[in-house]
């Protein structure tokens, strides 16, 4: 079992930067693949970011379109650690961020689609005023 404990989220205004953190429990971070999600009220969880594992230091990173040039996703495996450094926010961007895990993958792959991942944090409030 992966535990995921997100953080950084809060009110910012248009034009700003949040920079969120999630922490995972256990000993094979480094071999997870990890993406970030966001769920806006009424609508569905949508993917926005991703990053392979690495047994060497180059990751795959993907992103969605409506974030691509403004989001940035990172990890820390020595701290158990992802990353989504956001700038540029727009009051579009409200919602609540999940991080995501997915053991068992190959080292090139960083799964898009929220069917794919088998861990999922608790999720953090981002709301962002115009």
């Known amino acids: 079992q992966v535990r995921l404990v997100e953080s950084g989220g809060g009110l910012v205004q248009a034009g700003g930067s949040l920079r969120l953190s999630c922490v995972a429990s256990?000993?094979?971070?480094?071999?997870?693949?990890m993406g970030w999600f966001r769920q806006a009220p009424g609508k569905e969880r949508e993917f926005l970011a991703t990053?392979?594992?690495?047994?060497?230091?180059?990751?795959?990173?993907n992103y969605a379109d409506s974030v691509k040039g403004r989001f940035t996703i990172s990890r820390d495996n020595a701290k158990n650690t992802v990353y989504l450094q956001m700038n540029s926010l727009k009051p579009e961007d409200t919602g609540v961020y999940y991080c995501?895990?997915?053991?068992?993958?190959?080292?090139?792959?960083?799964?898009?689609?929220?069917?794919?991942?088998?861990?999922w944090g608790q999720g953090t409030q981002v709301t962002v005023s115009s």
């Open positions: 990053i392979s594992w690495s047994t060497g230091s180059i990751y795959y990173t």
């Open positions: 995501a895990a997915r053991p068992g993958v190959s080292t090139v792959t960083a799964p898009a689609s929220r069917y794919e991942y088998d861990y």
């Open positions: 256990g000993r094979s971070f480094g071999r997870y693949a």
